[in-house]
């Protein structure tokens, strides 16, 4: 099993859609949680931590679910510039190491 | 504005020959990142550090190294370039209080 797992896609979505990914984990030790985007070729850019609590920034929703080892990212209302590859990122424990998800592709239609 | 820039964007070499790629970041962190990035296989970790005078293996770490005499620079080294490291090479780094991680554009590297 890899320690960090997402499905890979691509998640077609008309404009103005609501689309949500999901990313499993094996380490139940881990403590950090963070979604990446990618855009083709590009550099991975944070996209937003996750928070035990759950967190939002704008149209973003990011959750925790320790019990079940997944994290969970939802957008509202999506854009056509949101289209990219979303990287899910766990934390090695006990290091300052990051495992990353293959990425799951979205692309927003208009 | 702090950055962490990498170079060069892109390099053709041979196979067999010795490749650096260079790091450098302005964020004065401590830690430092060389990944690659291949179709089906995500980012994946080649080798670290943790501060001056530390590296640490990764998971993909045999062909090359990496040497860390300052805080700003991680050069990434290919001893004897293979086709099989033919990919895209990303640094990153990260504040040991926040722990999120930076990355350089990349450095698209082909071994013919």
């Known amino acids: 099993r890899k320690e960090v797992e997402q499905d890979p896609g691509p998640f077609n979505v008309p404009e103005g859609a609501t689309v949500a990914f999901n990313c499993t984990y094996s380490n139940s030790a881990s403590q950090s949680f963070f979604w990446y985007r990618q855009d083709c070729r590009k550099e991975p850019k944070l996209l937003m931590s996750v928070y035990s609590s759950g967190n939002e920034d704008g149209r973003f929703t990011a959750q925790l679910n320790r019990a079940s080892q997944y994290i969970s990212l939802l957008i509202r209302d ?13 934390n090695t424990p006990g290091t300052y190491k990051y495992i990353f998800g293959t990425g799951t592709r979205l692309k927003v239609l208009a | 504005d702090a950055e962490i820039t990498q170079s060069p964007r892109h390099k053709i070499t041979e196979t067999g020959r010795q490749v650096t790629l260079a790091c450098h970041q302005t964020w004065n962190h401590n830690n430092m990142f060389w990944y690659r990035q291949d179709l089906g296989h995500g980012l994946r970790l080649i080798h ?20 860390r005499s300052n805080t700003e620079d991680l050069p990434l080294t290919l001893e004897s370039a293979a086709s099989s490291q033919t990919s895209v090479y990303f640094c990153a780094s990260s504040d040991v209080r926040n722990e999120k991680l930076f990355f350089g554009s990349g450095t698209q590297l082909s071994v013919l």
């Open chain 2, 48 to 67: 670290y550090s943790y501060g001056v005078q530390d590296t640490n293996k990764g998971e993909v770490s045999d062909g090359y190294s990496v040497s």
């Open chain 1, 78 to 90: 999506s854009k056509l510039s949101d289209s990219a590859t979303y990287l899910c990122v766990v």
